[in-house]
């Protein structure tokens, strides 16, 4: 047996075991035999690309039925902040038919539920996961907003419970972080998203920037100065661990110089994607995280002069008019696997 979290029975709480594809209460007999639509979990999910990460209310109908038009990586059924409260119950009713008409052939379809605190979670979840007879397409992944602890992740595992046997799991998970309890809790949220026995795997980090710089009592800029620590704290954990890492959106959609900027700066601190609202900023933030013919160019020549200065005994040598090492022929292979990753 080997525990996947905590419920509450009769005021107490309690161990949730699992032993191959069943989940066992270690006080009654709720969860007793459960059975999991286990599934292998694919590097897919972490390795396919996630360029542009694109919003779109569930409620409005006009704006899902363009995504089959869209050559956008991956698109976000919204619950949240995209539909207004007394909205909900809408994209709730629209969920099943809009992901199984509303998709784009090389798309990946993410649903964003509201957060723990919200109230709202449990209904989100059956409606994306519940029914009978169970859904007939469900979503890549799911996408978690406010993530601020190891204990907003052992609840949404457990509103996930009823569902483990019409489910595949483990089931991709964007997580959002947006607050500064989030990015000081940041290591324990990873290391429990990518347990791998859980109803869900950790595939992305995604950084909520407006409501990071509102908790932190701060002023949002042009240049971001402002947020550079919490960018750079998410980059650097979601490499740590081995997830996609989804940079802040721009909420000036028109500004699509500004939005290339913005684009290209994540990029160049180690971000694998960025998030937009609107249709316009896809192609912008999709050539922004993909190596230009002249990088792959450099980087394939650079990897070719490694190996033959390796097999001549030479360690550092010249390149390009630069001395290279191990850390720029790191740079070389990311560009290289990167650039495998988005050509498909």
């Given at each position: 047996f080997s525990s996947i979290g905590t419920h509450i029975h009769?005021?107490?709480?309690?161990?949730?075991?699992?032993?191959?594809?069943?989940?066992?209460?270690?006080?009654?007999?709720?969860?007793?035999?459960?059975?999991f639509a286990w599934r292998p979990y694919s590097n897919d999910a972490i390795t396919r690309p996630r360029r542009?990460?694109?919003?779109?209310?569930?409620?409005?109908?006009?704006?899902?039925?363009?995504?089959?038009?869209?050559?956008v990586?991956?698109?976000?059924?919204?619950?949240?902040?995209?539909?207004?409260?007394?909205?909900?119950?809408?994209?709730?009713?629209?969920?099943?038919?809009?992901?199984?008409?509303?998709?784009?052939?090389?798309?990946?379809?993410?649903?964003r539920v509201n957060g723990n605190d919200s109230g709202l979670l449990g209904a989100d979840l059956k409606a994306?996961?519940?029914?009978?007879?169970?859904?007939?397409k469900l979503p890549d992944a799911l996408m978690l907003p406010k993530v601020e602890s190891v204990e907003h992740l052992q609840q949404l595992e457990l509103g996930l419970l009823p569902y483990c046997s019409s489910t595949p799991v483990p089931l991709p998970l964007f997580a959002i972080i947006e607050s500064p309890m989030a990015l000081l809790n940041l290591r324990?949220?990873?290391?429990?998203?990518?347990?791998r026995t859980r109803m869900f795997k950790l595939c992305a980090l995604v950084f909520g920037s407006d409501d990071f710089i509102a908790l932190l009592g701060g002023t949002r800029t042009v240049s971001a100065t402002e947020l550079i620590y919490a960018r750079q704290s998410v980059?650097?954990?979601?490499?740590?661990?081995?997830?996609?890492?989804?940079?802040?959106?721009d909420i000036e959609y028109k500004n699509l110089d500004n939005l290339k900027y913005q684009a290209l700066e994540g990029a160049r601190?180690?971000?694998?994607?960025?998030?937009?609202?609107?249709?316009?900023?896809?192609?912008?933030?999709?050539?922004?995280?993909?190596?230009?013919?002249?990088?792959?160019?450099?980087?394939?020549n650079l990897i070719i002069a490694f190996e033959e200065n390796q097999k001549a005994g030479k360690g550092a040598f010249e390149y390009d008019g630069k001395m290279i090492d191990r850390p720029l022929l790191l740079q070389a292979r990311n560009i290289i696997s990167c650039y495998d990753v988005t050509s498909k």
């Open positions: 009769m005021g107490s709480k309690t161990q949730i075991l699992r032993k191959g594809h069943a989940v066992f209460c270690t006080r009654c007999s709720s969860l007793s035999g459960a059975v542009a990460v694109l919003y779109v209310p569930t409620t409005d109908q006009k704006k899902t039925r363009k995504i089959p038009t869209l050559n990586d991956t698109v976000v059924f919204d619950f949240e902040d995209g539909v207004a409260l007394n909205q909900k119950d809408v994209a709730r009713h629209l969920i099943q038919e809009t992901l199984s008409t509303c998709r784009g052939p090389n798309t990946e379809h993410v649903v994306v996961f519940g029914g009978n007879p169970p859904p007939n324990a949220i990873c290391e429990f998203g990518i347990y980059v650097t954990h979601a490499k740590a661990f081995g997830v996609c890492a989804i940079d802040m959106v601190m180690g971000y694998t994607g960025k998030q937009v609202i609107h249709p316009n900023q896809v192609p912008v933030v999709q050539s922004a995280f993909s190596p230009s013919e002249a990088q792959v160019r450099w980087a394939r």
